[in-house]
Structures are given as structure tokens and as C-alpha cells.
């Protein structure tokens, strides 16, 4: 009875009942989208004039750790009080462990904290996460242990670091729920890709044409960055340029036709957009 009645508050608490998983986004969409830049993912949002998704203030824990590529899994830490603490689910049934069990190889776990400096979690918890080989941590507050974590398998993203232990001033309180990490809203099953310029958030809504807007600019600036290693001059003269607005008389345009790139087989050219 008092196991019950401790998984029927867990799913009050724990598991958000108010935000279903969004449709799942592909394997092969994923890929295509971890392949590409946050820079390109930016500029593929911001022409289809979706909000910000850029998660400010979580920046690469290691230099040298490798992309981030996965579909979030959400945790939401609220602010230290009595009672809630007291009503919050123990043990394994916690929301912070609720989240874990959902990680896997292309899955990440997005946390929002309740401020940049407080931690989420380090070595001990972590650690189910590198068995579960999970895809990545993000979260907008910090995390501890570094050292231990260098070793561990996967990239890690947060504002910082600290030695202190978070529940003097937040909890973990739902698994699963739409959160806001970082200034932007995350659902679970959203693409995250987060490289050493930080970490964007697609939705599935518009993952499939932020991919190929984003796979678009980067063969187009492919061209360009060519060009100008070869004739060593300004870049004004090609750049920068606007997604769906280069004409096939610009200089760019000349360009990149030469290099066949056209308004039949890319997507940058005016009048050539799909969105």
C-alpha cells in the first residue's frame, strides 16, 4: 500500500501528465541535423522566424569533449521549500531518476535549475547516465565533480561549475514536462545539438525544413569560403548573405553557378525556398 501510494504521487509530481512526448523525430532527421553547425541550425530558425532556441549560458564543460547530438529528455528543479521537499517522491521513484531511466544513446537530459550556479547533479548520478550511454547533459545551472565527469563518455553543457550540493536551494519535481532551460522552451523529444558555440533546441514541428535550410547555407558558404582562400580578398563580396534572397546575378550568385550550384538544386536562391 504505501509503495502505491508513493508511485501515485510520483505520477503527480515526477511524470508530467500536461506535456506528452512530441513526435518522435527520426534517427536519419537526427542525423542530418547533428551533421550540421549551430550556427546554420540558428540561421535555419531564424528564417523560418521560430524564437530563439539558443540555451544561453550552457557552454561546453571540456574543450575537447565531442558533439552533442540527442532528443531531450526534460527535468525541471524547483526552488527549496519544506513541504515540497517532503511530498517529492524518494529513492528511485525521485523525478531526477524518473528522467535517467529515459536516456539512452540518442537521448539527452535537458535541466532547467533554478539559478546558473546551483547544481544539478556530478558524479554519483551521473553516473547512471554513462552506463545508459545517454547522449549529453544540458542544463542552464552547474554541475560538480569535474573531474570525474572528464571521464566519463558523455559531452557535457551547464553555466558552470561548483562544490556545492543543490538542495539547499532547489529539487528536481518533474520528469517529462515542457521546461524552460536556459530562456528557451524545451519539450521532450526536441533535436538537441550542442557544440563548442553552445547548444540549440529544433522542434519537431520544424525540424525536416530547419535541416534543409541549415544544409543549404553551408553549402553555399562552402563555395565562398573557397573562393576567398583562392583570391585573398574582402569577404563583403560575397558575404554575408540572406537564405532565399541571392540572385543569380550578384556576385555570389555568378559564384556559385560556376561552381553549379543553381536556383534548380539550392535552396538559398530567391524564389527557390520550400518553406
Not at 530563439?52 to 558533439?67: C, D, M, N, V, W
Not at 572528464?150 to 539547499?168: D, E, N
Not at 521532450?188 to 563548442?196: L, R, T
Amino acid at each position: 500500500f504505501e509503495f502505491a501510494m508513493l508511485a501515485a504521487r510520483a505520477t503527480r509530481t515526477a511524470v508530467s501528465p500536461m506535456a506528452p512526448r512530441a513526435r518522435s523525430i527520426s534517427d536519419a532527421l537526427l542525423g542530418r541535423l547533428g551533421a550540421l553547425s549551430t550556427q546554420s541550425l540558428i540561421d535555419g530558425l531564424w528564417t523560418l522566424g521560430w524564437p530563439t532556441s539558443h540555451i544561453a549560458g550552457a557552454r561546453p564543460l571540456f574543450p575537447e569533449q565531442r558533439k552533442l547530438v540527442g532528443r531531450a529528455v526534460t527535468l525541471r528543479f524547483v526552488p527549496q521549500r519544506p513541504d515540497i521537499a517532503a511530498d517529492k517522491p524518494k529513492g528511485e521513484l525521485s523525478p531526477e531518476y524518473v528522467a535517467f531511466e529515459q536516456c539512452g544513446p540518442m537521448d539527452c537530459l535537458v535541466a532547467s535549475a533554478v539559478g546558473p550556479w546551483e547544481s544539478i547533479g556530478g558524479d554519483i548520478k551521473f553516473l547512471r547516465l554513462a552506463q545508459l550511454q545517454c547522449a549529453g547533459v544540458v542544463t542552464d545551472g552547474s554541475v560538480r565533480d569535474t573531474d570525474e565527469l572528464l571521464h566519463y563518455s558523455f559531452p557535457v553543457f551547464s553555466h558552470s561549475t561548483t562544490p556545492r550540493q543543490g538542495p539547499h536551494a532547489h529539487q528536481p519535481w518533474e520528469a517529462g514536462g515542457v521546461i524552460s532551460c536556459g530562456g528557451v522552451a524545451v519539450r521532450p523529444g526536441d533535436a538537441v545539438v550542442g557544440d563548442q558555440d553552445g547548444v540549440v533546441v529544433i522542434a519537431e514541428a520544424v525540424a525536416g525544413k530547419v535541416a534543409a535550410i541549415a544544409e543549404g547555407r553551408e553549402r553555399v558558404e562552402e563555395v565562398v569560403k573557397e573562393a576567398l582562400q583562392n583570391e585573398r580578398g574582402s569577404p563583403g563580396k560575397y558575404y554575408p548573405f540572406v537564405t532565399g534572397k541571392i540572385t543569380p546575378k550578384s556576385a555570389l550568385g555568378q559564384l556559385l553557378i560556376r561552381h553549379g550550384v543553381t536556383p534548380e538544386n539550392c535552396n538559398q536562391f530567391e524564389g527557390s525556398g520550400d518553406w
